[in-house]
């Protein structure tokens, strides 16, 4: 059975500081992953897609992933953190015979201090 | 264009009531999928559904129940509610039935209160 791990329930970085937050998955087929980000009140927005093309996914507002079969990872980073991160990131995988079916994570919430 | 809509927006029903939520997915999507986000959970999957038919159901009790209609939007239905039920319910559409090739568009999720 597939399942996501997000590492930290909550993290905390200053503004201008590097943003790492981490998810391992656990998959027996080839897995696509996302990574998804949620403000507070509002629904989920894609920040990028792992479908097994290139390891290194760039995503949007600066994000990228890197996918790690060896370490079965798929940690979320961002070089320079702005205030307006701060929210909610889930990780999430689904495999090619479950169709529409999303996992998700229990999420990292990221505070980003001036 | 229009994004994945959903309605109500918010919604406070009493135990034991009846729910039906409602979603419009981004014009062309023929897949809608339902989930349930738990307060500090991540989302948890309730159903799929792609040309009209139920493709995927996770681990939820019969009270839940789905439908999609030829326009592709889609209603989740709930019966008997329980205090447990409360909860933000998204929609997610897709272009196809295997959502992960295409990718998923969220809406803005219904906030279910159930006192």
């Known amino acids: 059975a597939q399942s996501v791990t997000q590492l930290g329930s909550h993290v905390s970085v200053s503004e201008g500081a590097l943003v790492l937050l981490r998810c391992n998955y656990s998959?027996?087929?080839?897995?696509?992953l996302f990574w998804y980000v949620q403000y507070p009140n509002q629904g989920l927005q894609l920040l990028l897609k792992y479908t097994s093309a290139a390891t290194l996914v760039k995503g949007i507002n600066g994000f990228e992933a890197e996918f790690k079969k060896s370490e079965t990872s798929f940690h979320l980073t961002k070089p320079s953190a702005h205030m307006s991160d701060a929210a909610e990131y889930f990780c999430?995988?689904?495999?090619?015979?479950?169709?529409?079916?999303?996992?998700f994570g229990q999420g990292t919430e990221l505070s980003v201090k001036p | 264009d229009a994004g994945v809509t959903q309605s109500p927006t918010h919604l406070i029903k009493t135990r034991g009531q009846h729910v039906t939520l409602r979603c419009s997915p981004i014009?062309?999507?023929?897949?809608v999928s339902w989930y349930q986000q738990v307060l500090g959970q991540g989302p948890q999957f309730i159903f799929q559904y792609y040309e009209k038919e139920e493709r995927g159901r996770g681990n939820f009790p019969d009270r839940f129940s789905a439908r999609q209609f030829p326009n592709y939007s889609s209603e989740l239905n709930v019966n008997a509610l329980l205090l447990g039920d409360s909860a933000l319910y998204l929609c997610a559409s897709s272009l196809g039935g295997a959502g992960q090739l295409y990718g998923y568009t969220f809406g803005s999720g219904t906030r279910l209160t159930v006192v």
């Open positions: 998959s027996s087929v080839p897995p696509y």
């Open positions: 014009s062309g999507h023929k897949s």
């Open positions: 999430a995988v689904s495999v090619g015979n479950q169709g529409g079916k999303l996992i």
